[in-house]
C-alpha cells in the first residue's frame, strides 16, 4: 500500500518570508515517482514537478526548491520569499511501479501569504 | 497548447437525480483519468482509461456511477442516482504514456457537485 503524509494541515505567513510545505511517503515499490501540484482558489491543478526515486538531487526553480531525501522517505518543497499568489492548496503525490500511473496524494497543505 | 476542459463548472442537483459530467483532454494524450476530491481531502481516482479502453476502475463505485470514452478522446462519467455524499470536485486529467511510468498528468478546472 502506498501512502502520502502531508502533516502541516494549514500554513500562514506574511510575504516575503520563506516557508516549507512537509511530504512524507510510504511505498514497498524501488521505482516510483513524487509530484507536487498547487491548487489555487480556482481549483485546477497545476503541476510543479515530478522526481523519480533514483534522483535524489535537489532542485531550485526560480523561489521553489525541492529537497528529496530517500534516507527519510521524505521530499519537502521550500518557496523563498513568498508571495500573495502563492497562497494556494499544495499537494504531495507518489505514483508506484506497482500501481500503474495511479497517483496517491496527501490530504494537502493550505497555505496563506499574508500582504 | 489548449489544456484540459470541463464542464459543466458547478452543478447543483437533488438526492436521487443524475448528473453528467464532460471531459476533454489534452489533444493527443492517450490516457485519461476521473478524480473525485472531497472538501478538505487530497483526489481519489475512480477510473482510468488508456484511449477507449479502461485500465483501472477498482474504485469506482459501480452500483450508481459510470464512464464512457467512446472514441478514445472524450469522455463522460455519470453518477445515477446521486448521494449526498457524492457532493465534490469531479476532477479530469489526462497524460500522453499509457502506463507505468506515465507522463505527467495535467488537470483541468473540475466540475463542482453540491448534492442537496
Known amino acids: 500500500a502506498q501512502k502520502v503524509t502531508q502533516a502541516q494541515t494549514e500554513i500562514s505567513v506574511v510575504e516575503k518570508e520563506d516557508v516549507t510545505l512537509d511530504c512524507v511517503y510510504e511505498t514497498r515499490d524501488t521505482t516510483y515517482y513524487l509530484f507536487w501540484y498547487k491548487q489555487p482558489p480556482s481549483g485546477e491543478l497545476v503541476f510543479l514537478i515530478r522526481r523519480n526515486s533514483f534522483d535524489e538531487q535537489n532542485e531550485i526553480s526560480g523561489r521553489y526548491s525541492w529537497n528529496f531525501q530517500k534516507s527519510t522517505s521524505s521530499f519537502n518543497f521550500t518557496i523563498t520569499a513568498s508571495q500573495v499568489v502563492d497562497s494556494a492548496v499544495y499537494f504531495c503525490?507518489?505514483?508506484?511501479?506497482?500501481?500503474?500511473?495511479?497517483?496517491?496524494f496527501g490530504e494537502g497543505t493550505q497555505l496563506t501569504v499574508n500582504p | 497548447e489548449a489544456g484540459v476542459a470541463q464542464s459543466p463548472r458547478y452543478k447543483i442537483i437533488e438526492k436521487r437525480q443524475s448528473v453528467a459530467f464532460w471531459c476533454n483532454p489534452i489533444?493527443?494524450?492517450?490516457?485519461l483519468y476521473w478524480y473525485q476530491q472531497i472538501l478538505g481531502q487530497g483526489p481519489k481516482l475512480l477510473i482510468q482509461?488508456?484511449?477507449?479502453?479502461?485500465?483501472?476502475d477498482s474504485q469506482l463505485p459501480k452500483d450508481r456511477f459510470s464512464a464512457e470514452r467512446l472514441k478514445g478522446v472524450d469522455s463522460t462519467l455519470k453518477i445515477q442516482p446521486a448521494k449526498l455524499e457524492d457532493s465534490a470536485v469531479y476532477l479530469c486529467?489526462?497524460?500522453?504514456?499509457?502506463?507505468?511510468?506515465?507522463?505527467?498528468?495535467?488537470f483541468g478546472p473540475g466540475t463542482r457537485l453540491t448534492v442537496l
Open positions: 486529467a489526462s497524460s500522453l504514456g499509457p502506463s507505468y511510468p506515465a507522463d505527467t498528468q495535467y
Open positions: 503525490a507518489l505514483e508506484g511501479e506497482t500501481s500503474g500511473s495511479r497517483l496517491t
Open positions: 482509461f488508456q484511449n477507449n479502453g479502461v485500465v483501472d
Open positions: 489533444s493527443g494524450h492517450a490516457t
